[in-house]
């Protein structure tokens, strides 16, 4: 179990385990994250159109914020812990994701992507959400073009073009109420203070904005059991992480709903996916033993919530997935 981390203690060998962060260097993945948040949205009867769109931990590429813009978005901000996306790599996705929504291309599903949560319904295109004249409008040729303009000469500390990319990123380089949604697909389980990462969102977010994020609970290659990393004490968690560049935090699913809630977030859609739990009860240290069995086999989850002053959407849900 502790190999890899160890690994990454020996000068040279981190990168290893840091050169690549997930799917966003395929635009189908881009594709099939973004619409997956959009869908889920739609379903909740939660806002789909927006001006300002923010991402926490885009990864290899932008992709996943490109498409909000071709779906129509005026403004994408990506923050990032590091910088991991490149030109070549967004020009690439970018061009891919003009042709997919231009053919409406299905939604990648769980045969193409069994890790991408969460599971949806239907991966037919949504067509009643984007409509053949939203989707005109957003990607006409002009559009595309400027889009793609400001990708190609993309800088870091620009705060006034279509979009902006910060990483390493600070709360204090988005002005207060200016965003409508803040997604992540993949991410919150690394960040290490998630109370300071949730008031920075709700300093950016309008009084209607909306908050969408993808975690997982999974340790992710750190130990045998998907869920081990809740078996292990402090000192021997430290040792099985080295100095990887990401690791869980650990948090379990309850604590993110408990938080949200006690920030004044209505939680409006919540989608659990269900593993059978690695570990035994006995096997917990001692700070997890308090783990509910929910938490224990919560493997991801989607979160989208507003204010609670914000209007109320008129159907929400709450729902369960077995992981495949
Ligand atoms: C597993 S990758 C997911 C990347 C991408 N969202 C995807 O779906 O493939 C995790 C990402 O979270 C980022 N990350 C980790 N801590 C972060 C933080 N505190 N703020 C923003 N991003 C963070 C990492 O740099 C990395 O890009």
């Keep these: 179990m502790l190999a890899v981390g160890l690994a990454t203690l020996v000068p040279g060998l981190r990168s290893l385990t840091g050169r690549r962060t997930g799917g966003t260097v395929s635009s189908c993945y881009c594709y099939s994250v973004w619409l997956r948040h959009l869908c889920m949205l739609h379903e909740h009867g939660l806002p789909t159109d927006f001006e300002t769109v923010a991402e926490l931990g885009p990864g290899d590429s932008l992709g996943a914020g490109l498409a909000a813009l071709l779906c129509g978005a005026e ?59 939203r989707l005109e409008a957003a990607l006409s040729p002009d559009r595309v073009g400027r889009i793609r303009a400001a990708l190609a000469a993309l800088g870091t500390d620009r ?46 977010l309008r009084p209607d904005g909306v908050m969408s994020h993808e975690v997982t609970f999974q340790s992710i290659g750190i130990t045998t059991e998907w869920n081990g990393h809740w078996a292990c004490s402090e000192p021997l968690w430290k040792l099985a992480v ?83």
């Design 242 to 324: 080295g100095n990887r560049r990401h690791a869980t935090n650990r948090v379990p699913h309850s604590a993110y709903v408990s938080l949200l809630q006690d920030m004044g977030w209505r939680i409006l859609t919540e989608v659990r996916v269900e593993r059978s739990s690695g570990i035994d009860r006995s096997q917990l240290a001692c700070p997890y033993r308090h783990l509910s069995d929910r938490d224990l086999s919560t493997s991801s989850s989607l979160l989208q919530s507003m204010r609670q002053t914000a209007s109320p959407p008129q159907f929400a849900r709450a729902a369960v997935a077995k992981a495949t």
């Design 159 to 204: 705060r006034d073009g279509p979009i902006c990319y910060h990483a390493p990123w600070t709360a204090d380089m988005i002005d207060d109420a200016s965003v409508d949604l803040v997604f992540s697909q993949g991410v919150l389980q690394f960040v290490e203070d998630i109370p300071a990462a949730y008031a920075a969102m709700a300093r950016w």
């Design 75 to 133: 403004r994408y901000i990506a923050l990032d812990a590091v910088r991991y996306a490149d030109r070549a790599t967004n020009l690439r996705v970018f061009d891919e994701l003009v042709e997919l929504f231009r053919n409406r291309a299905p939604i990648p599903d769980q045969r193409e992507f069994p890790r991408v949560q969460p599971p949806l319904r239907s991966y037919a295109f949504p067509s009643d959400l984007l409509t053949p004249a």
